[in-house]
């Protein structure tokens, strides 16, 4: 069963990862349509009572038209559509990920010992305890005086995340940090719709039931919660994104200026788009300069930081007959040394690491002439970022990154 393993684990992978994409495709796609539906209600003659707009909308050939009201109807109808498990599904299947990943094999993803020691219980134990306390201060800060000023709770939430993702730098990895963020946010996201979008809606058909008006603060605190839902969505996609591009997190350092850089330019995206449909085309447009100078701003901090823009310290350039070129057959026994010292144990036809049934990603490190075809992905990986090996299991030291890092340099310098 022990050689099952690793295949157990690559497939529960991207069978989970298929699952939530799916999901958050559902979810968000439903999401951005009911915020573009509201922004396009217009007022009309002869409206129903208690309507407060009307969308006309084509699609596939046909139209629909879609009405809005105020609260509620007077009377409902027999079948009624509950927006819930696209949201539900998302968070479950990315939370299932997430401990499949990250807390079943936390020694490569999550834990960083140059960080943390921890053991991997408490890792988990660290990132579990985060989500739910996150969810709890967010809630409260909703709750707070701070609900009645739109802008100044967005501001309170806003700094709150950006905090947290520094407090997740000091005991995670990297990655496990940024990916954390990310989970803390959409966990934020599926708690407003199970603890508040949810249980005001049902609240609202039990009054009608009953003969009462629905209280219009089940509304506004409702359309508030779906709100920030909103606006942070663009943000955590690019945070679960990140994990697969290390340059993102190649300096913990600077993960919680990255997170604001990106959380500002997400929001403006989607105020620009929101307005876009309310105002028929009359938006501000400015939202995008700004949105664009907050993603070079993510990239200039995130790529001044990286470990492949400090020089190496104490290390002499290799001499010219051994700084092959990336076009070259075969790799120099420099650089073969150490790669088949520190990365070729998990990138071989049969790995010998505990828990990699197959080579990652398919790269092959086990000879020159392979060390030579991915000279670029090395380059990424263990010389611009110290993502590779993860969290330097194998104890790669400067002094080898060093020469990888100039026999790359003599590559580029030969294919000029």
């Given at each position: 069963m022990a050689a099952w393993g690793p295949y157990i684990w690559e497939w529960g992978s991207i069978l989970l990862r298929w699952l939530h994409v799916t999901a958050a495709i559902a979810w968000i796609g439903a999401?951005?349509?009911?915020?573009?539906?509201?922004?396009?209600?217009?007022?009309?003659?002869?409206?129903?009572?208690?309507?407060?707009?009307?969308?006309?909308?084509?699609h596939g050939g046909g139209f629909y038209e879609m009405s809005k009201y105020t609260l509620a109807p007077a009377v409902l109808p027999e079948h009624l559509i509950w927006h819930k498990w696209q949201s539900y599904w998302t968070w479950i299947s990315g939370f299932a990920l997430l401990c499949w990943v990250y807390y079943g094999q936390s020694g490569f993803f999550l834990i960083d010992p140059a960080v943390m020691a921890l053991a991997p219980w408490q890792a988990a134990l660290i990132g579990v305890g985060?989500?739910?306390?996150?969810?709890?201060?967010?809630?409260?800060?909703?709750k707070s005086p701070l609900a009645n000023n739109d802008a100044a709770l967005a501001l309170a939430g806003f700094g709150y995340v950006v905090a947290t993702s520094y407090a997740f730098t000091l005991v995670f990895s990297?990655?496990?940090?940024?990916?954390?963020?990310?989970?803390?946010?959409?966990?934020?996201?599926?708690?407003?719709?199970?603890?508040?979008?949810?249980?005001?809606?049902?609240k609202s058909v039990a009054a009608l039931i009953a003969g009462r008006a629905p209280d219009p603060k089940w509304v506004k605190t409702s359309k508030q919660r779906s709100t920030h839902n909103n606006?942070?969505?663009?943000?955590?996609?690019?945070?679960?994104l990140s994990n697969h591009y290390p340059l993102t997190f190649a300096n913990a350092s600077v993960i919680p200026a990255v997170v604001?850089?990106?959380?500002?330019?997400?929001?403006?995206?989607?105020?620009?788009?929101?307005?876009?449909h309310a105002e028929h085309g009359k938006a501000p447009w400015w939202a995008w300069f700004v949105a664009a100078m907050a993603i070079w701003a993510a990239f200039w901090i995130a790529t001044a930081a990286s470990p492949g823009m400090r020089p190496?310290?104490?290390?002499?350039?290799?001499?010219?007959?051994?700084?092959?070129?990336?076009?070259?057959?075969?790799?120099?026994?420099?650089?073969?040394?150490?790669?088949?010292?520190?990365?070729?144990?998990?990138?071989a036809p049969e790995p010998v690491w505990e828990g990699i049934g197959e080579a990652p990603k398919g790269v092959l490190l086990d000879t020159p002439e392979h060390i030579a075809a991915f000279g670029p992905a090395i380059r990424m990986q263990a010389v611009l970022t110290h993502a590779m090996p993860p969290n330097n299991l194998t104890e790669m030291t400067?002094?080898?990154?060093?020469?990888?890092?100039?026999?790359?340099?003599?590559?580029?310098?030969?294919g000029n």
């Open positions: 999401s951005f349509f009911f915020m573009h539906l509201d922004a396009s209600l217009r007022k009309m003659q002869d409206m129903k009572a208690g309507v407060s707009g009307v969308s006309w909308q084509v985060a989500l739910a306390l996150g969810w709890l201060v967010y809630d409260l800060l909703c990297g990655r496990g940090a940024l990916i954390h963020t990310g989970a803390l946010m959409a966990t934020m996201m599926t708690a407003n719709v199970f603890f508040v979008i949810m249980p005001n809606q049902r606006y942070i969505t663009l943000p955590v996609l690019f945070m679960m604001t850089c990106v959380i500002v330019a997400g929001a403006l995206v989607r105020y620009f788009y929101n307005l876009w190496a310290l104490g290390l002499a350039p290799l001499p010219p007959a051994k700084a092959a070129g990336l076009g070259a057959p075969r790799a120099p026994a420099e650089v073969v040394d150490v790669v088949t010292s520190r990365c070729s144990m998990c990138h400067a002094e080898e990154r060093g020469v990888l890092a100039h026999w790359l340099a003599g590559a580029a310098v030969a």
